[in-house]
Each structure stands twice: as structure tokens, then as C-alpha cells.
């Protein structure tokens, strides 16, 4: 089992940023992909974001430019810096993170989610 903690949502105008982070803990053995999620009110999640061991790493179109993924591999932690937000940003965001567990067997998890707010 992994746990994950977010952290960084709030609310922000327009054209602010924030940073969300998220730390894993538990019985991991190592982590193949770290990843942000998001979820607006009467639409699918969808990926925001996503990071693989080796440092490569994915966006939705709609975030490229402004969001940057990241990772610190010795805290487990991943970061979303999101900079030049817009109200259709707004959305809980979801850190989701996959691997295997020291038992071998794999894990792929989610956070609790933290909501990111932009007023216009």
C-alpha cells in the first residue's frame, strides 16, 4: 500500500501560480510514473501531467507552456508548478503515482485530491 499526500491547491486570480506537491510513502520499491490528474465539475478526469522514472515527461495540450512537471527522487515527492492560470483550470487535482511495492507485487495509487481555484 501507498500513501499519498497532496498539498498547494488554494484559490488564485487569473495569470497567478501555485505548486502542488505530492509525497509517497509506504512499502515502495520503486516508482515507475508520477503523475497530476485533474477533474472539473461535470467533466472525466483527465491527465494533466505525467513523469516516468527516467525523467521523461507528458502534457495536455492545454498546459503546455505554463505548467512544469518535476520529481525528487529521494523525497518521492512530484511537483506540479502551474504558472499563468486561467479560470478553466479550476479543477481537483489528483496525484497519482505506479510501481512495485517491496513485495513485488504493483502498485498504481491516488491521492486524496486538492483543489486549485482561479477566479477571473
Known amino acids: 500500500q501507498v500513501h499519498l499526500v497532496e498539498s498547494g491547491g488554494g484559490l488564485v486570480q487569473a495569470g497567478g501560480s501555485l505548486r502542488l506537491s505530492c509525497v509517497a510513502s509506504?512499502?515502495?520499491?520503486?516508482?515507475?510514473?508520477m503523475g497530476w490528474y485533474r477533474q472539473a465539475p461535470g467533466k472525466q478526469r483527465e491527465l494533466v501531467a505525467r513523469?516516468?522514472?527516467?525523467?521523461?515527461?507528458v502534457y495536455v495540450d492545454s498546459v503546455k507552456g505554463r505548467f512544469t512537471i518535476s520529481k525528487d527522487n529521494a523525497k518521492n515527492t512530484v511537483y506540479l508548478q502551474m504558472n499563468s492560470l486561467k479560470p478553466e483550470d479550476t479543477a481537483v487535482y489528483y496525484c497519482?503515482?505506479?510501481?512495485?511495492?517491496?513485495?513485488?507485487?504493483?502498485?498504481?495509487?491516488w491521492g486524496q485530491g486538492t483543489q486549485v481555484t482561479v477566479s477571473s
Open positions: 497519482n503515482v505506479n510501481g512495485r511495492l517491496r513485495n513485488s507485487f504493483p502498485y498504481n495509487d
Open positions: 509506504g512499502s515502495i520499491f520503486n516508482i515507475n510514473a
Open positions: 513523469i516516468i522514472s527516467g525523467g521523461g515527461t
